[in-house]
């Protein structure tokens, strides 16, 4: 245990698991420099007050937590924690696995369990907010793995064929360390770099990006990133990936776009502009927290957390029936007609004609952003998406319900299951409603479990029973966690 670290309170064997906080600031995050504040990224001034203190105060403002540190550099001196509950430890490795390890070792000398769950987040992610930590609690409490924030890829990914200069760099000795001020000298200084050229495009149904905080049980984690110390490290880019390579499999739970890391100087604009919205906004009351800690059961029992006596731990969200749940519809109908391709629920299909509209004209896909946005109260899909802007022309309609999604996890709503009916009079649609149903989870961050996709037709009846159009209808229903 480093020397200058106070023990939290030790809890008994047998007491219920604790949350703890672990933030990593050990970096330089050169690539951030501004010519304006020549200092770590997460010491530079945002809004008025420095990135970690923004992300500090996302944390501190739940009452979960047995403990709080920021694991910082040997030697620096740059971090004094402005909050009595935080602990501030200067442990950080040379790599961020070997910081998030050091941590989670001091953390256990301070009387962490390996039971207890441990959020470890990066503090440049400045923009996190508490209802995205809830959600990422309530998520996990109950799971045997844990898992961590992250969204749906969607854009389309592209492999690059190396460069000759990268090429040539696989083989090189890796290049002294520079401070971060030498480094930006040194990029502006560099001959510009020839563009890449595209290799492949790579399937992104299945792909995620993943976020920060990651949550798991602090023995595991640690023994987890023990195993890969005498390597380096090496491919272990997150604690995810370190829990990955023992065999077991995190969630994934929906995240928000907003919740980046801070990695280059333009990054910092599009921060302040975000904290500015949120300032500007109007504050809703705030909804009662199915995770907020039980009432103390003794006069002696602590009533809020504080860094000696930590406050109980956060229940698991309720599951009695109506609590936070909202329900949507959603229904779309398009032309049949020659000369488009035929997409449903992300999937291409053969037919002679494809459904016509301004963007792909997913009908399903649409329907299924209708039902989401409607449970949500957040409008509908013409208002976020309208056939009147240039930008959705063509557009994917599963990056537009992916969309969607973020904006809805965004408001603190899971989706408990969707329940989906295609009605067309042709081409068959059984044989394809296996791969619409595990897209539309993918793209949602769900299991095939609770989707479901119907095919129907129309008996010949109307404009989708003579072939000229197919309909969509969907219904979503949602829990609010946070």
């Known amino acids: 245990m480093w020397e200058g670290a106070t023990a939290w309170q030790v809890a008994s064997t047998d007491a219920p698991p604790r949350c703890y906080t672990l933030i990593t600031s050990a970096g330089n995050g050169s690539r951030a420099v501004r010519s304006d504040q020549p200092t770590p990224k997460q010491y530079q001034l945002?809004?008025?007050?420095?990135?970690?203190?923004?992300?500090?105060?996302?944390?501190?403002?739940?009452?979960?937590?047995?403990?709080?540190?920021?694991?910082v550099a040997p030697g620096d001196a740059a971090y004094q924690a402005p909050d009595a509950r935080v602990r501030v430890w200067p442990v950080g490795g040379a790599v961020r696995a070997q910081t998030v390890?050091?941590?989670?070792?001091?953390?256990?000398?301070?009387?962490?369990?390996?039971?207890?769950?441990?959020?470890?987040?990066?503090?440049?992610?400045?923009?996190?907010?508490?209802?995205?930590?809830?959600?990422?609690?309530?998520?996990?409490?109950?799971?045997?793995?844990?898992?961590?924030?992250?969204?749906?890829?969607p854009d389309t990914l592209k492999a690059a064929v190396p460069t000759p200069a990268q090429a040539a760099a696989l083989g090189a000795p890796e290049a002294p360390a520079s401070t971060p001020v030498q480094a930006q000298a040194q990029a502006q200084a560099a001959e510009p770099a020839p563009m890449p050229r595209?290799?492949?495009?790579?399937?992104r149904a299945d792909k995620w990006l993943?976020?920060?905080?990651?949550?798991?049980?602090?023995?595991?984690?640690?023994?987890?990133?023990?195993?890969?110390?005498?390597?380096?490290?090496?491919?272990?880019?997150?604690?995810?990936?370190a829990i990955e390579r023992s065999g077991a499999q995190p969630l994934l739970v929906p995240g928000s776009a907003s919740n980046f890391k801070i990695t280059y100087p333009a990054d910092f604009a599009l921060a302040e502009a975000l904290l500015a919205q949120r300032q500007a906004a109007p504050q809703p009351c705030a909804p009662a927290n199915p995770l907020a800690p039980a009432a103390p059961s003794t006069p002696e029992a602590p009533a809020a957390m504080n860094p000696v006596n930590p406050a109980?731990?956060?229940?698991?969200?309720?599951?009695?029936?109506?609590?936070?749940?909202?329900?949507?519809?959603?229904?779309?109908?398009?032309?049949?007609?020659p000369g488009r391709p035929l997409i449903l629920g992300g999937i291409h299909i053969p037919h002679p004609s494809g459904l016509l509209g301004h963007s792909d004209a997913d009908a399903l896909l649409h329907a299924i952003t209708d039902a989401l946005l409607g449970a949500a109260a957040l409008g509908d899909i013409g208002t976020l998406f309208p056939d009147t802007d240039a930008r959705f022309a063509g557009a994917d309609s599963a990056q537009l319900l992916a969309h969607a999604m973020q904006r809805v996890a965004a408001q603190g709503y899971?989706?408990?299951?969707?329940?989906?009916?295609?009605?067309?009079?042709?081409?068959?649609?059984?044989?394809?409603?296996?791969?619409?149903?595990?897209?539309?989870?993918?793209?949602?961050?769900?299991?095939?479990?609770q989707v479901n996709v119907k095919?129907?037709?129309?008996?010949?009846m109307g404009p989708v029973g003579q072939g000229l159009a197919i309909e969509c209808r969907a219904v979503a229903l949602l829990q609010r966690v946070g």
């Not at 369990?113 to 987040?121: G, M, N, T």
């Not at 698991?316 to 329900?327: F, N």
């Not at 095919?455 to 010949?460: I, L, Q, R, V």
Request: charged share 15%; with cysteine.
């Open 198 to 203: 595209v290799a492949a495009t790579l399937e």
């Open 414 to 449: 899971l989706v408990l299951n969707l329940d989906t009916t295609v009605i067309a009079q042709a081409p068959k649609l059984a044989p394809y409603k296996a791969a619409m149903q595990a897209r539309i989870a993918a793209v949602l961050g769900l299991q095939p479990s």
């Open 210 to 241: 993943a976020q920060t905080p990651q949550m798991f049980r602090l023995g595991a984690l640690r023994a987890a990133l023990e195993a890969h110390q005498g390597s380096g490290f090496a491919g272990i880019t997150d604690e995810a990936s």
């Open 312 to 337: 109980p731990a956060p229940s698991a969200p309720s599951q009695s029936l109506g609590l936070g749940l909202r329900i949507g519809e959603g229904w779309d109908i398009h032309a049949l007609v």
């Open 46 to 71: 945002l809004a008025g007050q420095r990135v970690i203190d923004h992300t500090l105060a996302a944390f501190l403002a739940l009452p979960h937590w047995a403990g709080v540190a920021v694991v």
């Open 455 to 460: 095919a129907k037709t129309a008996e010949k």
């Open 101 to 153: 390890l050091n941590g989670l070792q001091q953390l256990a000398a301070a009387g962490a369990r390996d039971a207890d769950w441990v959020l470890v987040h990066d503090a440049a992610r400045c923009l996190i907010e508490p209802a995205q930590i809830e959600r990422l609690i309530a998520a996990c409490w109950l799971d045997p793995v844990g898992g961590l924030l992250a969204l749906p890829l």
